[in-house]
């Protein structure tokens, strides 16, 4: 059974820095590319970064690039977002997803991505 599980969300002044974590298990991890997506409030799921199963290809949404980081750590089956220079706009609860193992390719659709986890909370206050 496929678990994953996002920490390190909070609450931050604009400007600030924060790191999510999402740790997997259950799953073939070194094998299945990862996403990351956001929920605001009254607002559909969006994409907001992706990274392939080996770390050496990754997408970000247009909105983050230049300020979020996404990485792997396959030994730790682990991955991370750095969020820098966050805004109000950024306060959401952010998902750790994953693909089916083997998938070749990274998504921005969260159609593509059956494994999902809780969520961790991000307020970014003005």
């Known amino acids: 059974q496929a678990r994953l599980v996002e920490s390190g969300g909070g609450l931050v002044q604009a400007g600030g820095s924060l790191r999510l974590f999402c740790a997997a298990s259950?799953?073939?991890?070194?094998?299945?590319?990862m996403g990351w997506f956001r929920q605001a409030p009254g607002k559909e799921r969006e994409f907001v970064a992706a990274?392939?199963?080996?770390?050496?290809?990754?997408d970000y949404s247009d909105s983050v690039k230049g300020r979020f980081t996404i990485s792997r750590d396959s030994a730790k089956n682990a991955v991370s977002l750095q969020m820098n220079s966050l805004k109000p706009e950024d306060t959401a609860v952010y998902f750790c997803?994953?693909?089916?193992?083997?998938?070749?390719?990274?998504?921005?659709?969260?159609?593509?991505?059956?494994?999902w986890g809780q969520g961790t909370q991000v307020t970014v206050s003005s």
């Open positions: 990274i392939s199963r080996t770390g050496g290809n990754t």
């Open positions: 997803a994953a693909r089916v193992p083997f998938t070749l390719t990274i998504s921005r659709s969260r159609h593509e991505y059956p494994y």
């Open positions: 259950g799953l073939s991890f070194s094998t299945s590319s």
